[in-house]
């Protein structure tokens, strides 16, 4: 339950403090005291979004904080789901302070969180019911939600979720492959034409550089060959007057003299080293010279031939040959997917087959168990709309299953869809929800159910805020006899501008605005006996 509250520096509260405890507490004020900041404040810790001119003029930043405590073991196990554990009092303390850049710090027992652990978390503190609730409930997309948790199906729903989706993961992946294949003959047209136009062209990585390299040695062939020549025949050559020639009579004539002088043989085998790095010298030029024709034009227009095929390749799949060649694998890769796209779809489709009837063998249990429910949801909703002054009421929830070509039709809240209808009058006929115009009916209509599921949902503390609008008089006093039996199971509180309410709190706050040194504050005062008769008189 809610412990304590602590607000401060929000619109016109400058510092307030409450401590509660178990039971019934009413909040009462006149119109604009605060009674809606106090409200607006619980919602901010809760992880509502801050609105512009939250915080207090003049100031720079606004806190709230809960400590919260005395957690059924249901509820400890949740925040321990979420990543909370309790102090070793047993208590946890929520705090969010809001700055005004925008920012917001939230902290949990004194640790850093971000908001989506706040929100994680305090759906198992704290549920607030207002006027926005009732309006919510003319929308029958919020009926089933009500009846599951009257039904207790939050694991089952859970375990339904969980196959719902890898049913709807594959039927997307069935879209998406079914739209390729649609396009898939003229696509594959595309891609066959693409890989064809780059392998008739029959190109290797490098070969732009070769053809450019081998480009300017033609167009300087005859300088390359004349002293290629040259260097080949110094080199080389037959000629007495070469290198080699000499090396070879050096080495000869050494090896001659080296049964005298020794130490000759060793120079005459280094001489020998040089004369194989001559002859291989003399060949690597001898081989840089081939293909350099001397009467060039022929193998120029070759060359240029081909760097122009090379060129509009370029244009159309890539800055380089080796991207032209990527682009090819990728094409082929694409190819192949297409051509097998038939046998994946297959397989998808076995799959699909395979997930919805998972996932259906659930939602009949759900529908099973929700079918079970309503009887019993009606028979309470109506008993307690009976205790609210309507004697003459006639409740109940049609439950529908969504079915197409005699298939069920899965969502991910299964395949039922639920909408309550209510006739107030003897003779009347039921309508929906949606179409009941009377504030004061709707209010009874949402206590009537949160009730009914309030020891269903397992949330410690409620919060009712002017969830009477629109009643008085008799009526108003059974909705705080109503409110009264529930607090003995669950902490509640009711702002309210009804007496008969207020008169059947356990605490009564009473929230108040005055002017302190020329500014208007909020305050907050617990009544004590004589305070709460003054309030209602």
Known sequence: MLLSLHIENIAVIKSVDFDFSPGFMVLTGETGAGKSIVID????????????????????????????????????DKLLECGVRPDEDGTVLVSRTVTDDGKSRITINGRLVNMSVLKSVT????????QSDTVS???????????????????????????????????????????????????????????????????????????????????????INKNSEFVYRALKGSEKGSVSYLLDRSITALTQISDVVPEFSELADRLRDYS????????????????????????????????????????????????????RER?????????NSEDLLFNLKKQEKEAYAEALELANRLHESRLGAVKGLETKVKDTLEFLDMPKVVFFASLRESFKDEQKQLNRDGSDSVEFYISANRGADAQS????????????????????????????????????????????????????????????????????????GDV???????????????RVRKLDRKGRVDERS
């Open 508 to 522: 009564h706050f009473l929230i108040s605005k005055g002017d302190v040194d020329g500014v208007t504050e909020t």
């Open 123 to 130: 759906p198992y503190l704290v549920s607030i019911h207002g």
């Open 41 to 76: 404040s619980i919602n901010l810790l809760l992880g509502a979004k801050a609105e512009r001119g939250l915080i207090r003029s003049g100031e720079s930043c606004a806190t709230v904080s809960g400590l919260f405590g005395d957690f059924s073991e249901a509820i400890e």
């Open 137 to 223: 409930l003319m929308d029958s997309k919020n009926h089933l939600a009500m009846l599951d948790v009257y039904a207790n199906l939050e694991g089952l729903l859970a375990e339904y979720r969980i196959s719902y989706s890898r049913l709807d993961k594959i039927r997307k992946e069935i879209a998406e492959l079914s739209a390729k294949t649609s396009e898939s003959e003229r696509l594959k047209e595309i891609l066959e034409y693409q890989i064809k136009d780059i392998d008739s062209a029959e190109l290797h990585d490098g070969e732009e550089e070769e053809l450019v390299d081998l480009k300017v040695k033609i167009r300087n062939s005859e300088k």
């Open 276 to 327: 194989y790095q001559i002859d291989d010298i003399a060949e690597e030029v001898f081989d840089q010279t081939l293909g350099i024709d001397e009467n060039p034009t022929d193998k120029l227009n070759e060359i240029e031939e081909r760097l122009d095929k090379i060129a509009k390749l370029k244009r159309k799949y890539g800055l380089t040959v080796a991207e032209i060649l990527a682009f």
């Open 433 to 504: 929800l949606s179409k009941i115009a009377s504030g004061g009916e709707l209010s009874r209509i949402m206590l009537a159910l949160k009730s009914v599921i309030a020891d269903r949902d397992g949330v410690p503390t409620v919060i009712y805020d002017e969830i009477d609008a629109g009643v008085s008089g008799k009526t108003a006093r059974k909705i705080g006899i109503k409110m009264l039996s529930l607090s003995k199971t669950t902490q509640l509180f009711c702002v309210t501008h009804s007496a008969q309410i207020a008169s059947l």
């Open 331 to 339: 094409a082929a890769s694409e190819l192949s997917s297409l051509e």
